[in-house]
């Protein structure tokens, strides 16, 4: 029936929308002379001949007004408004439009009759404004109360009562035949508790947000606050699980380009996002500005974001150097689509180098000739399964790579060079990790004996990297489940691609040799909380809509990762970046024990592989180490 009646008001209205214009005139017409007529007798005039003179003024006022008042009010658009949708600024148009109008018919009778006093005219001017704004919001006012029935509607809450909260309150009570019935405000701000905004009160804070969902019978909420925190969002969205309610976010001011607000739902990008208070932007511009840089894993998902960074600070020239031919096609084809992001075009200072490092003569003549001010080395294999299946490859891709890049620029004589690292490097229990962790020696320990500034910087995983276990969750909830955890109680430090960047070259821009930087994660995540957070999002119902299976940890996974090695941390000037202790060894013995690594690499000889490493790194724990006593190896370099 709603339906219905909603049909039929909408079918009026546009058949008298033709009439519209000459109906909003033939009323002003009648309000402007029942203003007149009523102020005047509201007037107490001190001459007893007051209605002669009122018939004579009165011809001359009427015509006067409404000749004025129809030009003032058409250039103003009050007959073109569509008054369902009558606003605040709307509101402000009238009281501009009447004022003028009355301020010139003011002076024009003041100065044919002056005998007429100035509170008659105060009176028009209230009176008109009154009755030009009562016809020009009825209908709003009508709409609303016709409005679908609540009934069928949403009810919810609205987090926060500030600039954000008023915007959305404002689209959804315009929107009249839209899903939601706003119950009220929730603020954090005591002082707004019991005060009102567009009629709707403040019912508590989030302290009261159960009791709150529980009276009211709440379907959503709608988190309307700029910044709000990540951990903050966490917390709440686990709340609204326990209750069954759903979650979502609307836009910040910046990103509501019209009073029609898309809300949003919340992703895992905003239950995990910061705003590192210390991110010096000015810092990494100084860092990059006018520099020659060379990337290395260009192609790959952290060295796309240091080339999209590199080209936002303007750097002078950049070399994409990746191993995959089908990558830097992606990474040319973006920057080409893209170009108006950046202050020149990117593909006219860009080179894109189809590269193997393993093989070092290429990499050798590319550095010796081009000379780049600063190498970031962002190229490694990382799937810590797939690497625990292949380890020759991927001890050869990661160290032989980085020794052969590094060895490179210390040769053409590079200003600096940065290593990207990862928290598995700190007490390796996988192949991948035992990798990264002989890199970060093996620049540190070049670096004493070199001119380039060698450093490296530590962090966890990236949301979004391929092979990121995000995707993988995602797609199973696409597919009805079950989402795949190893184990419950495994946890891992999470941060965005873009913020990970960014602290990286910051971190860079300190170091002046040896050190390995590590970035503030943050608080470490446990990933079935994750995957329960990100099946609610969806809208689904975790372990009843669609279940969670615990498969069992991988070959070389740990519960958690760390971040330090029994390094004694340094603080730097930014609290999200410290410095960890150098490992010292020996330059000789250092390159005996990789070449350890080597040989065995050479041999495909296994237990060989893995004790060669544990030689380099005592902390080295790997699964298979146990099966294998060094006296039951055979010694490659005798034999």
């Excluded at 032989?400 to 590079?414: L, R, Y």
Aim: net charge neutral.
């Amino acid at each position: 029936m709603p339906n219905e009646f909603e049909a039929l008001k909408n079918k009026i209205l546009l058949k008298l929308l033709p009439f519209r214009k000459p109906l909003l005139i033939s009323i002003d017409l009648i309000t402007t002379a029942f203003a007149w007529w009523l102020s005047w007798n509201l007037t107490t005039l001190p001459d007893n001949n007051s209605w002669l003179l009122f018939a004579k003024t009165s011809l001359v006022a009427l015509a006067l007004t409404y000749g004025v008042q129809l030009l003032i009010f058409k250039y103003a658009g009050l007959y073109r408004a569509l008054l369902s949708y009558a606003s605040f600024r709307f509101g402000i148009t009238i009281l501009k439009a009447v004022t003028l109008t009355n301020f010139l018919i003011c002076l024009g009778l003041k100065i044919i009759f002056p005998e007429l006093p100035w509170r008659l005219f105060l009176i028009n001017w209230l009176l008109t404004l009154s009755l030009t704004g009562f016809t020009r919001y009825l209908p709003r006012f009508f709409a609303e109360l016709t409005q679908k029935d609540k009934g069928s509607k949403k009810k919810v809450l609205i987090y926060g009562a500030g600039d954000v909260g008023d915007a959305v309150a404002r689209s959804i009570l315009k929107d009249k035949i839209g899903i939601y019935q706003i119950i009220g405000f929730i603020d954090d701000n005591q002082r707004k508790i019991g005060l009102k905004v567009h009629n709707l009160p403040i019912l508590g804070s989030k302290e009261n947000l159960g009791g709150l969902i529980q009276k009211y019978k709440i379907d959503e909420i709608i988190v309307s606050m700029s910044n709000y925190p990540a951990e903050s969002l966490r917390t709440l969205v686990k709340e609204c699980r326990t209750y069954h309610v759903f979650c979502r976010m609307a836009p910040t001011l910046p990103g509501m380009i019209s009073e029609n607000i898309s809300l949003k739902n919340i992703d895992v990008t905003d239950l995990l996002k910061r705003n590192p208070e210390d991110l010096d932007e000015k810092q990494i511009e100084k860092f990059i500005t006018g520099k020659k840089v060379l990337i290395s894993g260009a192609a790959g998902s952290i060295g796309s974001e240091l080339v999209r960074q590199c080209l936002q600070y303007k750097a002078a020239f950049l070399f994409l150097v990746d191993i995959s031919e089908y990558g830097l096609y992606n990474l040319r084809e973006e920057l080409m689509n893209s170009s108006s992001k950046y202050h020149t075009d990117p593909l006219g200072i860009t080179r894109f180098i189809l590269l193997d490092l393993c093989d070092k003569e290429p990499i050798d003549h590319l550095i010796a000739k081009e000379k780049p001010d600063l190498i970031l080395h962002a190229a490694a294999y990382k799937h810590v399964p797939m690497m625990e299946a292949n380890p020759f490859t991927g001890v050869s891709n990661n160290v032989v790579g980085t020794m052969n890049i590094a060895t490179s620029a210390h040769e053409a004589g590079v200003e600096k060079f940065v290593l990207i690292s990862t928290d598995k490097a700190v007490r390796p229990t996988n192949i991948m990790g035992a990798t990264k962790r002989i890199c970060e020696l093996f620049i540190q320990n070049l670096n004493l004996t070199s001119k380039t500034e060698y450093i490296a910087v530590r962090f966890g995983n990236v949301l979004g990297s391929s092979g990121s276990v995000i995707p993988k969750f995602l797609s199973q909830i696409a597919e009805g489940g079950p989402v795949t955890v190893t184990h419950p109680d495994v946890v891992r430090y999470f941060m965005l691609i873009q913020e990970a960047v960014e602290l990286t070259l910051q971190a860079a821009s300190l170091g002046h040799g040896g050190e390995i930087f590590i970035l503030n994660m943050g608080k470490p995540v446990k990933i079935k909380e994750m995957a329960e957070d990100l099946i609610f999002l969806a809208g689904k119902e975790p372990y009843k809509d669609i279940d969670i299976q615990f498969t069992g940890l991988r070959p070389g996974e740990k519960l958690y990762e760390e971040l330090l090695l029994d390094e004694a941390e340094k603080k730097t000037q930014y609290e999200n970046i410290t410095i960890g202790k150098m490992t010292f060894i020996d330059w000789a013995t250092l390159n005996n024990k990789i070449d350890d690594i080597l040989l065995a690499i050479k041999y495909r000889d296994y237990p060989q592989l893995l004790l060669a490493i544990q030689s380099i790194m005592p902390e080295f724990q790997h699964l298979d180490l146990p099966q294998f006593q060094p006296d039951n190896v055979i010694n490659l370099r005798k034999a």
